[in-house]
């Protein structure tokens, strides 16, 4: 049986790195530097620099380099300054709406779930991976449309509660909302979101969906507030996923605590460094053991898995040889070194090629000295989907995004092109990483 192990890496406090072992094989990896830590998910207690009325969008000062990007439709009706009735009013429709593309999405989803079905998408472009953090953004865009324009309710030096949702690139500010999200291990708390929640999309069987809908239906959600249930939640029962949603909602209120104590700009939230998001995001439970090198990493990682699952606090273990690195022990480090080359061997003899440009990344898949076929056309379909099963995992360690354009070998029988497509959606379905995946076109080339 292969064993699968997660190992961390916090010997040195300049660098954290976390890494998932599938036997030998290297899976998952995320570093994180002091020096720039990640800011997607803090939350800050921001002012308004300036309203912007062409772009219909605010410039906030949270306290970062530059100052962010916070469009119209992310401000909640709460800060409109405006009457009190007409503010309520807002907000009622504002669930209302939200409410009813829920329902229709949970409706929709449910009809289209057959777990017989094995056959791909019909649809050109088929939407994988995510895991239920990801749906916030799209939950968030189900806003009706508002009777204001900004200038006309949100004002220069106005105080805001903000979370940012994507880090500052370039010359480019971190994108903004007010529209606030807190994830835990099996749930996601929006805390100033009404109506809003549901099942993770990405939670496929019918009869899970129907039961974790009765087990949110007991939570005793409190007004203005919504829940969604994560993928890692799929088959908790019903106390697990209360203590987690009872964690978060001590999590907000001690964020109301805070706010009420600070002067803008000031940090009030910080997202989770690196060791707490691997053991909340990335950990499973067929993940045998977790070796931490460093004291102080470790005793963050005890005490963090104590919170989230205590039956497998005994699972974090401390790495003691301190001859070998844990990274070297376990020929990660090797491993890594292979990903700083463009050119990737497969087992099979082929082998693909990963360049990196302006516009989009391209992987080309070749057959090299592969010949496991009896004929070209068996070659090209094992080699390929040897190739589909790397190009996931290389996607996902070397952190590729933005269009990716895969050029397989060709085929000749549309049944091997569909078996390919197939393989490559199975290999990045478990991604956390939302994902748009196309059909392999007549030129060999998917998308």
Same mark, same amino acid.
């Given at each position: ?21 599938? *036997? ?10 002091? /020096? ?57 429709? %504002? ?10 999405? +949970? ?16 649809? /050109? ?145 910080? +997202? ?20 931490? +090198? *460093? ?59 990963? %360049? ?23 070659? /090209? ?17 070397? %952190? ?11 085929? %000749? ?24 995946? *196309? ?9």
């Amino acid at each position: 049986m292969t064993h699968k192990r997660m190992l961390i890496d916090a010997a040195h406090p300049e660098e954290t790195r976390v890494a998932v072992l599938n *036997g030998n094989q290297l899976e998952e990896l995320d570093v994180e530097s002091s /020096a720039r830590r990640q800011l997607k998910g803090n939350i800050y207690l921001a002012t308004v620099t300036r309203v912007e009325p062409s772009l219909q969008a605010a410039f906030i000062d949270y306290g970062g380099n530059r100052h962010g990007f916070l469009a119209f439709s992310d401000i909640h009706p709460d800060y409109y300054q405006i009457p009190v009735s007409d503010r309520e009013q807002l907000i009622a429709e %504002d669930e209302e709406a939200r409410a009813a593309v829920t329902e229709s999405d +949970e409706d929709e989803e449910e009809e289209n779930l057959d777990p017989k079905d094995t056959n791909p998408s019909s649809k /050109a472009i088929e939407t994988i991976g995510g895991d239920g953090i990801d749906e916030v953004e799209d939950r968030r865009r189900n806003k009706p449309i508002r009777r204001y324009k900004i200038q006309e309710v949100i004002k220069r030096r106005q105080i805001l509660l903000v979370q940012i949702v994507k880090e500052e690139r370039g010359n480019k500010g971190a994108a903004l909302t007010t529209y606030l999200s807190l994830a835990g291990r099996y749930c996601v708390l929006m805390p100033n979101t009404g109506k809003g929640g549901g099942i993770s999309r990405k939670i496929g069987n019918n009869i899970d969906r129907k039961r974790l809908k009765s087990v949110v239906s007991t939570l005793e959600i409190l007004e203005g507030m919504a829940v969604i249930v994560r993928t890692a939640g799929a088959e908790r029962g019903k106390a697990e996923i209360k203590r987690d949603y009872d964690y978060l909602i001590r999590l907000w209120n001690e964020i109301r605590e805070l706010t009420l104590e600070s002067t803008a700009p000031a940090l009030i939230r910080e +997202e989770a460094n690196i060791i707490k998001r691997s053991l909340r995001d990335v950990y499973t439970r067929d993940i045998t053991d977790v070796l931490v +090198e *460093g004291d102080e990493g470790y005793r963050a990682a005890k005490d963090l898995m104590k919170i989230l699952i205590p039956s497998h606090a005994k699972k974090v273990q401390p790495y003691k040889d301190s001859t070998v690195p844990l990274f070297s022990r376990y020929h990660i480090e090797t491993q890594l070194e292979s990903m700083i080359g463009r050119e990737v061997k497969l087992k099979s003899g082929g082998y693909i090629v990963i %360049d990196s440009t302006e516009a989009l990344v391209a992987i080309d898949v070749n057959s090299g000295r592969a010949t496991r076929g009896r004929n070209i056309e068996e070659t /090209a379909l094992k080699t390929n989907l040897e190739a589909a099963n790397e190009v996931a995992r290389q996607i996902r360690l070397r %952190d590729l995004a933005g269009l990716i354009v895969i050029d397989f070998i060709d085929m %000749d029988f549309h049944r091997n092109q569909t078996s390919v497509e197939r393989r490559l959606k199975e290999a990045m379905h478990r991604d956390r990483a939302k994902i748009q995946i *196309g059909r392999i076109s007549p030129f060999g080339l998917l998308e």
